[in-house]
């Protein structure tokens, strides 16, 4: 059964980093077959897409237009894990944040089948 | 960017009735549409992946179809616990994977 673990501050101040961790058990981060996502959701922009990862023969990793100058996604195999670092957050950054597995369902199409627990961040001084 | 214009936002029902949530896209999305129920405080369920195959584990009062540009969710049976939040999501372009604005189902 594959789960998904969050870690990282429910606080952040204004202008600094926001840092998420993602462990991931039962799978592998170097999956054929998975794409890595964090996604976040608040009032105002429901849910978001943020950053995805994934390894086909080489590392790839893609980011949302909207904080494409600000955040950075990282995959640690040594420890089955992967990571967001959001900078120059702002209020609008405040979002419970989630980590999810998109896995290849049938005949290329693929869905978002495990999620994280979500980690609520607020990003206030 | 593809859009997903969900509908209604909000939905008001009864234990036992039949419900249809619906899903349209800018442009044409083959069957690459999921839904996804979510509870407050939890995470998100995948409950239908390829617009219309149930995911294990999700009872079979939860059906979906469409193709193309029209996609719908239907509940056959509402009951107690299915009064949350419910979200289509494409998968077709990506990135980005774009999400409806999301379907508050409530207690009538």
């Known amino acids: 059964q594959v789960q998904l673990q969050q870690s990282g501050p429910g606080l952040v101040k204004p202008s600094q980093t926001l840092s998420l961790t993602c462990a991931i058990s039962g799978d592998s981060v170097s999956s054929n077959s998975a794409a890595w996502y964090w996604i976040r959701q608040s009032p105002s922009r429901g849910l978001e897409w943020l950053a995805r990862t994934y390894y086909k023969s080489k590392w790839y990793v893609d980011y949302a237009v909207s904080v494409k100058s600000r955040i950075t996604i990282n995959a640690d195999t040594s420890k089955n894990q992967f990571t967001l670092h959001l900078n120059s957050v702002t209020p609008e950054d405040t979002a419970v944040y989630y980590c999810?597995?998109?896995?290849?369902?049938?005949?290329?199409?693929?869905?978002?089948?495990?999620w994280g627990p979500g980690t609520m961040v607020t990003v206030s001084s | 960017d593809i859009q997903m214009t969900q509908s209604p936002s909000s939905l008001s029902a009864s234990v036992g009735d039949r419900v249809t949530i619906t899903c349209r896209a800018s442009q044409s999305i083959s069957s690459y549409c999921n839904w996804y129920q979510h509870k407050p405080g939890k995470a998100p369920k995948l409950l239908i992946y390829a617009a219309s195959s149930l995911q294990s584990g999700v009872p079979s009062r939860f059906s979906g179809s469409g193709s193309g540009t029209d996609f719908t969710l239907t509940i056959s049976s509402l009951q107690p616990e299915d009064f949350v939040s419910y979200y289509c999501?494409?998968?077709?372009?990506?990135?980005?994977?774009?999400f409806g604005q999301g379907t508050r189902l409530e207690i009538k």
């Open positions: 999810a597995r998109m896995e290849t369902m049938v005949r290329g199409l693929s869905a978002c089948d495990v």
């Open positions: 999501q494409q998968t077709y372009s990506t990135p980005p994977v774009t």
